[in-house]
């Protein structure tokens, strides 16, 4: 709670080690450059329409909030694999639910 009002971020705040597909080779503060700390998906929805031509992941190579979930490898291959197995319709409303973060 911050100033008694409940936030829910929806991240660990953690570094994980995405894989080689997300390595981009500079390692800082102890990282790898297959690791990131999660980060907030608060606010995700909005990223597009505060500026259109934003892009997902740490360098904005993801043009989509599909496509950022798909570049993930390492330790978040498991969920890559997880969202790709959901049926379409499913695959659908979670990315909806994200767009109205």
Do not use: C
């Not at 998906?41 to 979930?69: C, K, M, P, Y």
């Amino acid at each position: 709670m911050i100033n008694d009002q409940r936030i829910w971020p929806y991240t660990d705040l953690l570094l994980h080690d995405l894989g080689p597909g997300l390595d981009d080779g500079v390692s800082e503060r102890g990282a790898a450059g297959s690791e990131w700390r999660t980060a907030p998906l608060w606010g995700l929805g909005l990223t597009q329409r505060v500026n259109a031509s934003a892009g997902f992941l740490h360098d904005g190579r993801a043009r989509t909030i599909e496509e950022a979930i798909l570049w993930h490898g390492g330790e978040a291959k498991t969920a890559k694999t997880r969202f790709v197995g959901l049926p379409k319709q499913r695959r659908e409303d979670l990315l909806a639910w994200l767009r109205q973060l």
